[in-house]
């Protein structure tokens, strides 16, 4: 008794359908290309497409927390933004895109366009609340394809507000700023694949992507939609106020302290530094080759050198080589500065409980937490005097370099000094202030040290892309021949003076160790990193992490992790975990034939050769190379000296003293800013893309 009903419905239903359907299919010949097939249409039509970049295909500013507030990039009080592309190609297109009363905008923009400072000039003169992000089509970072003459996003005095000096010096020619700005929205960089995608994308719904077709037609459907995603915490805070909210975290790293053989106050020490960390304003693009990444180079190569020439001598040592390997300089000089703050100020107010029985603990103090005290025998030392080799990769070769000191007097007390003036001939920079350089950290904690830079510049900067994208290893493809000259000179220097003689002949150093730490820390992809060094050091702990695949390409700082006695899995530590390494061999008090799968095998050669009755005097073991290899090398947290770490395991800080630096990295919800694109469409369009489905069927 149901059947007529029901036929009769179904013949309703038949008929509206039908009915909707002529409308769509009228409707299709609205579509804003005239020309189009039906087929071709479809694509315009297709309900709820979402896409997400899935990350490492882009790359996002951050935010950064210091004493007086914040500054980046930062999507506050919304964890998503819906809005319009804009492709942005001249100043017009902004100065009309600031007179929108409506809307909310990203701006698809290049590289070079949006490094012009009349650029930046215009998108912050753009009224709050028209841009929801920005999108920069990135250029290949090949210098082959004609960078800028000079650019650098960094200041014209780079970490000025934690330098010795007032003053605004011209250090950096090139600098711009924009790393100071504030940006209240995100800026990703993409592909110019991508970016064009995204244009395409835009372009075939009647919004379009040009400034012209604005706002008027966003309303409409459909519509293609650009999705800003991620909420940035720690939003107009400072560094104390944000780790008590926990909205951010201390941004830093571990610096690395190695000295020959074993540390002790019988003999003065001779020092050398060098950063590991640069900057970027895509932190991704933090290689840092020329400014930094030579540097350290240089620096371990020639430690390598020496260390091969010491292990043949006879000679009794006059001086104790120390290499200092500094995480976050470009970030307030953290890593120098906490290290030598420690030094002369840790106070511990709560010992560690050292269990003899346990492989993996804390061997320092609990509160502030600290897991190994051997740094402070620092404070009982006397120094012939410390080098700083930073900014040393734009040397034309060892005539252009330059030494910085505060004291011309040095020569007389440090060994170092003269044998640096014997070996280099440098010139005498003729600027009256110490560069902004981690030489400013050692003089500020204790200025009769006699400390000196040897750099690549005189009175500013011979670096035209400090801290840009551009100074990445392509910048060091001609200069490995002048860099391993250097290291040779250097691994002599310190020969001379640790042995208080004379070299015969040249000290020549390992070259394909530049060419090793320059693709192991410079490249951007697995294949191209194909770091040989990380297989040798690692051996037979390389199971445990895949370093070619695992370490980020970027040399920034980032978010400050603990370090531990074991091997590490973090992304971030692993470059840091093969410095240690490579420096824990070569200073060794000793290499044992005890063979070694992990950290663990280890234990007992550490109980053997520490005294645990003193914190002081612990000397880990370490697996390198499968062997336990004891050496007086450790980690050392490099965060700003402003704060201190409470709890390593719930990761929570304090600032004890706000006239210290004190640098910290928003968090963000769902850890990272992200890119999604979506088409919008209305109901008609619905039944429209079912009648295209048939027709097309």
Request: net charge negative; glycine share 6%.
């Amino acid at each position: 008794r149901k059947a007529p009903e029901t036929n009769a419905m179904s013949l309703r239903n038949l008929c509206s359908t039908v009915t909707t359907s002529v409308i769509a299919i009228a409707f299709l010949f609205t579509l804003p290309v005239p020309s189009a097939t039906l087929s071709q249409g479809l694509p315009k039509l297709e309900r709820e497409q979402r896409f997400c970049f899935p990350a490492g295909t882009y790359q996002a500013c951050g935010q950064l927390n210091d004493e007086n507030g914040t500054h980046g990039c930062a999507q506050c009080g919304r964890d998503s933004v819906d809005t319009q592309l804009v492709n942005i190609l001249s100043i017009a297109d902004l100065s009309l895109l600031a007179s929108q009363g409506s809307g909310v905008y990203s701006l698809l923009i290049s590289t070079d366009f949006f490094q012009e400072t009349d650029v930046q000039r215009a998108i912050r003169a753009v009224p709050s609340g028209l841009i929801g992000s920005v999108i920069v089509a990135a250029q290949p970072t090949n210098l082959s394809t004609a960078p800028p003459d000079s650019f650098s996003p960094e200041s014209t005095y780079p970490n000025q507000a934690y330098s010795l000096y007032s003053d605004n010096y011209n250090w950096n020619r090139a600098g711009t700023g924009y790393l100071d700005y504030e940006y209240p929205f995100n800026v990703f960089q993409v592909s110019q694949a991508d970016a064009t995608w995204l244009n395409y994308s835009a372009s075939r719904f009647a919004q379009g992507s040009t400034v012209i077709s604005m706002s008027s037609n966003f309303a409409s459907y459909p519509r293609f939609v650009v999705e800003s995603n991620g909420e940035t915490l720690g939003c107009n805070q400072t560094s104390a106020q944000c780790v008590d909210d926990r909205t951010c975290v201390p941004a830093g790293g571990q610096s690395i302290w190695s000295a020959f053989r074993k540390l002790d106050n019988t003999l003065p020490i001779a020092a050398l530094g060098a950063p590991i960390d640069s900057r970027a304003f895509f932190r991704e693009n933090a290689t840092g080759a020329a400014a930094e990444l030579a540097s350290m180079a240089v620096m371990l190569t020639a430690m390598e050198g020496f260390a091969r020439k010491a292990g043949n001598s006879s000679l009794t040592m006059a001086v104790r080589p120390v290499f200092f390997a500094f995480d976050a300089e470009s970030l307030g000089f953290s890593g120098s500065r906490r290290f030598f703050h420690d030094v002369n100020t840790f106070n511990c107010t709560a010992s560690a409980v050292i269990d003899t029985s346990r492989t993996n603990q804390n061997y320092g103090c609990d509160n502030p937490y600290v897991p190994f005290l051997r740094f402070q025998e620092f404070g009982n030392v006397s120094w012939d005097g410390f080098l700083d080799i930073s900014n040393i990769g734009g040397a034309a070769n060892d005539d252009g370099l330059f030494l910085h000191m505060r004291n011309n007097s040095y020569e007389g007390s440090s060994q170092l000094l003269r044998s640096i003036i014997q070996n280099f001939m440098p010139q005498n920079a003729t600027s009256t202030e110490l560069p902004p350089s981690l030489i400013q950290s050692v003089v500020r904690y204790d200025d009769s040290i006699p400390s000196f830079l040897m750099a690549d510049f005189n009175e500013y900067f011979t670096n035209m892309y400090y801290h840009s994208q551009y100074d990445n290893v392509m910048s060091l493809a001609d200069r490995v021949p002048v860099l391993c000259s250097l290291a040779g000179k250097l691994a002599e220097t310190v020969y001379e003076v640790a042995f208080n003689t004379t070299v015969e002949g040249s000290l020549t150093a390992n070259c394909s160790l530049i060419t090793e730490f320059v693709n192991c820390f410079g490249q951007y992809t697995e294949e191209d990193r194909n770091c040989t060094l990380a297989d040798e050091y690692f051996a037979s702990l390389a199971s445990e992490v895949d370093f070619n695949n695992q370490a980020e390409a970027s040399n920034f700082a980032g978010q400050y992790t603990p370090a531990v006695l074991g091997f590490t899995k973090n992304n971030w530590a692993v470059k840091r975990d093969l410095i240690y390494s490579f420096m824990a061999f070569h200073s060794a008090i000793e290499v044992t034939n005890i063979t070694c799968a992990a950290q663990e095998d280890c234990f007992n050669v550490t109980l053997e050769f520490s005294n645990f009755t003193s914190p002081r005097h612990i000397v880990p073991a370490r697996c390198i190379k499968s062997l336990c290899v004891v050496s007086d090398t450790f980690f050392h947290d490099a965060y700003g000296p402003g704060f201190d770490l409470i709890s390593p395991k719930a990761m929570i800080f304090n600032v004890s003293d706000q006239s210290l630096p004190a640098i910290a990295e928003s968090l963000v919800v769902d850890d990272t800013p992200q890119i999604c694109t979506r088409t919008d469409d209305g109901s008609t369009y619905e039944v429209g893309i079912f009648v295209s489905g048939l027709a097309v069927w």
